[in-house]
């Protein structure tokens, strides 16, 4: 059998849709007891330990546009959190395209609630800051901010500063940037949550835009139903504290021009918004 770097290209791009991310019996716990230092040396306990995740077991192929949703608490940032790096699972284990995740890395961009911008860069500036730290040539950076630029719909804002746009133009930027260096995946924790009604809707379409043409594999965790069912070609609801999958079911809704209008659409947000009153409960 070939080794993998022998593979046929399509063979070895195949693979990487199979399993983009894999979650194995992962849980999570935070707390527990630690030993003071000091004079004293005593022994103390930390708050009790508490269980954020447990057993969440799942394959995602390339390319899904996959939404996390669930009750406050019930650890769907703390999902992405793992699979970015950030945090180590205490129990099972996070895969990206089939090596586990010891850290952050360049396969993984990550977008915030707040667009969290160097204030200090220009848009552009902003955009090529991880091509930069890559070693890329002035002439490389300066073509890849052009088309992610483009692709946002930020070509005319490219020498502002992030003051001088507004919050859904910054949030445009922030996608911009974390796509630069060509991630594999990219985690977005409630990236539209802080905006008003009719921006967080434009940018939806935006968003579902982008997927389209790049392709990236998306994992988006939202307190939104109408959000997840609107985006999601994968919805994945997890339970009340410690977080457990208790939905996972494939839409083909964010294929439709408006998802909304589609018939569909009424049912499955009911059904989603259900599963996650009852994990609540």
């Known amino acids: 059998m070939p080794s993998p770097d022998e593979r046929a290209p399509d063979e070895r791009a195949a693979d990487e849709r199979a399993a983009a991310v894999s979650l194995r019996e992962v849980s999570l716990t ?12 005593r022994a103390f306990k930390s708050a009790d330990p508490v269980d954020a995740l447990r057993d969440v077991d799942a394959d995602i192929p390339g390319g899904e546009f996959v939404t996390i949703v669930g009750p406050s608490g019930c650890g769907k940032s703390t999902l992405l959190r793992l699979v970015a790096g950030f945090a180590r699972p205490t129990g099972g284990e996070v895969a990206v ?19 969290r911008l160097f204030p200090w860069l220009t848009v552009r500036r902003n955009v090529e800051f991880g091509l930069r730290t890559a070693g890329a040539s002035a002439a490389e950076r300066r073509a890849r901010s052009d088309e992610l630029l483009d692709l946002v719909g930020l070509s005319d804002s490219a020498g502002r500063l992030p ?4 919050g859904g133009m910054q949030q445009r ?35 579902r835009r982008i997927w389209r043409r790049t392709g990236t594999t998306i994992l988006f965790v939202t307190h939104s139903v109408d959000e997840a069912v609107f985006l999601g070609t994968r919805i994945i609801a997890l339970s009340r504290r410690p977080g457990r999958i208790v939905l996972d079911e494939t839409s083909t809704l964010p294929g439709e021009d408006d998802p909304h209008t589609h018939p569909d659409f009424p049912g499955r947000r009911e059904r989603v918004a259900a599963t996650v009153r009852a994990a609540a409960a």
């Open 30 to 41: 935070y707390g527990g007891k630690r030993r003071g230092g000091g004079v004293f040396g």
């Open 97 to 115: 395209a089939g090596a586990p995740v010891t850290g952050p890395g360049p396969d993984r961009g990550v977008v915030f609630q707040q667009p």
């Open 163 to 166: 003051h001088e746009l507004s």
């Open 173 to 207: 930027a922030a996608i911009a940037r974390a796509l630069a260096p060509g991630p594999r995946i990219l985690l977005m924790d409630e990236p539209f949550a802080a905006l008003d009604a009719l921006t967080r809707e434009r940018l939806q379409e935006e968003l």
